[in-house]
């Protein structure tokens, strides 16, 4: 599969600020999480690609383009929703939309079309014919992410796509994004501070400390366990099936969240579980082969990042 | 060229707000105000029986006047104000890398506004114009009209590519930058009897308007005084005044144009890594 993102060796300076330390880093299509701590990098990687800034060393290309030459191409096809507030005050949401659509170089009668279109995929109904200012955080951020895909792009960049938005908004808003993912063949890349959001829509992952890349692998891969284990829910009271599984070899630990971690091969070990629970009276809520948390993963990175 | 219309029409919807209006009035008017004040305070018939002015100095005081008023303030003033900020207001809104991750949006944007700040100025100028000039009464209400209105048309689009310019290269600083170039270099260097002054667009203006108008500079002693002092022309004919003029808001915009594709301005814009 040829890499949506591949750069290598960027070093970008602010002044005696090092934002970027050579980053090299192949990024493939698909859903990636791009996270950091603040500080971290990912605006500055975000406006690498984007030829918003130039870089102080290194190369790159993006969807085959050259970065820092090929800017133009690169612009045509990547959509970007930025983290901030931007808006064309004193504009209605669907003259926002159409504006952005011509800029892209869309005829105006098209533009509006695909714009309607586009605020329909979002869920902005009749608050299109309303002007910005009286947007509330979910239809602004529903409005940003409309302006990013008007031009129907390949690529995606989302700088916070979730970030202000309610529990059920955030669902229906990823769910967005794994559509265009999924059913349209859009890479997106996700720029957030929010975990479980990449952890639940994202196929790999980068993680960037310090102005370098200290993670960059899919999810798949990070989330298997060094060790193989099971994680089993109860329930009832656990303590006599922690003692029949502990008797028959397996050793188990329980954790504060109430979890039971089974050490061994979790296919072997769920029909066991299963066995011993019946055995014993209680019901499983939950029987799921061991993760490793996005969130470990994410602190280890940036621990590692502050050592180096 | 569709998405530098696609500005220039956002850019004057934009425009169609009250205090705009209210900022596009005031542009037409002022002028108008001020020729309306001279005239109604200018000597009555029967004292200028008893003081008589010469005609050709009444021509001049007049020409020298609404050229002042027009080409010169309204001019200026409107463009200072609406193609100065093109840059800046965008970054203060924070709309800037929104608009400049299109593909050539950052071009788009500085056209765009451009075109719309030179098209918003010389209407009001223009109406400005057709109301004072027959409020002065200068008893050649064509040749008048015609050659201020031909010096706003020439003004505009310079004074909007060299503001436009400042603002392109220093975006930050964008309206200190034009009122401190507009003070010093177009008022005070204008004056300086040097080759310098030739730098200048009043040099320019101010020539077109010698020659155009036929005003007669020099008193019958050759003593220039007054508003005439302040106007010096060197000898070059009038078309080559016009082509400076036309040429130089193509070259300025290229190099705004340039500046703009070798600027990080979205760097300095946020403070976020």
Sequence with gaps: ?308 | MGNVGAVFLFEWKRALTLPRMAWWALLALFPVFIVGVIRFTMPDEAQRVMHPIPPEQLRIFWASMLYALIPMLVSMLGTLLWATPAISAELERRSWVYLTVRPNGGTAVLLGKYLAAVTWVIPPALIGLTIAVPLAETGDGWQMWSTMARLVCLSCPAYGAIYLLLGTLLPRRALVLAVAYTLIFEFVIRIIPAIINKLTVQYRLQALLVKWCKLSLSDPGDRPSGVQALIRIGDEPAWQHVTILMLLPPVLLLIAVAILRWSEFSASAESDV
């Design chain 1, 1 to 308: 599969m040829a890499a949506l993102i591949d750069i290598v060796e960027i070093t970008k300076d602010y002044g005696r600020f090092r934002a970027l330390d050579c980053v090299s880093l192949k990024v493939e299509s698909g859903i990636t999480g791009l996270l950091g701590p603040n500080g971290a990098g990912k605006t500055t990687l975000i406006k690498v690609l984007l030829g918003l800034v130039k870089t102080t060393s290194g190369r790159g290309r993006l969807l085959n383009f050259e970065l820092g030459s090929q800017y133009r191409e690169i612009r045509a096809n990547v959509g970007y929703m930025p983290e901030d507030d931007c808006f064309l005050h004193g504009m209605t949401g669907i003259e926002c939309v159409q504006f952005v659509a011509q800029l892209s170089r869309i005829p105006a009668i098209e533009a509006l079309r695909r714009s309607h279109e586009i605020l329909d995929f979002c869920g902005l109904a009749q608050e299109r014919y309303r002007t910005v200012e009286t947007y509330s955080t979910g239809m602004r951020q529903k409005l940003r992410f409309a302006q990013a895909i008007v031009h129907d792009p390949p690529v995606l960049i989302l700088d916070e796509p979730t970030s202000g938005l309610d529990p059920e908004e955030r669902v229906i808003m990823l769910n967005r994004i794994r559509v265009l993912a999924r059913d349209h063949g859009k890479a997106v890349l996700i720029c957030t501070h929010i975990l479980p959001d990449v952890q639940t829509i994202s196929d790999s992952v980068v993680i960037l400390a310090r102005g370098q890349v200290q993670v960059a692998e899919r999810m798949s891969e990070l989330s298997r366990p060094t060790e193989p284990s099971l994680e089993v829910r109860l329930l009832g009271s656990p303590e006599r099936f922690i003692d029949v599984i502990r008797g028959s070899g397996v050793p188990i630990e329980s954790r504060s969240d109430g979890v039971l971690v089974l050490r061994g091969v979790p296919q072997e070990l769920a029909a066991q579980a299963w066995r011993v629970a019946e055995q014993c009276g209680v019901g499983v809520r939950s029987l799921t082969p061991s993760r490793n948390s996005l969130e470990e993963i994410f602190l280890q990175a940036v621990r590692e990042g502050a050592k180096s």
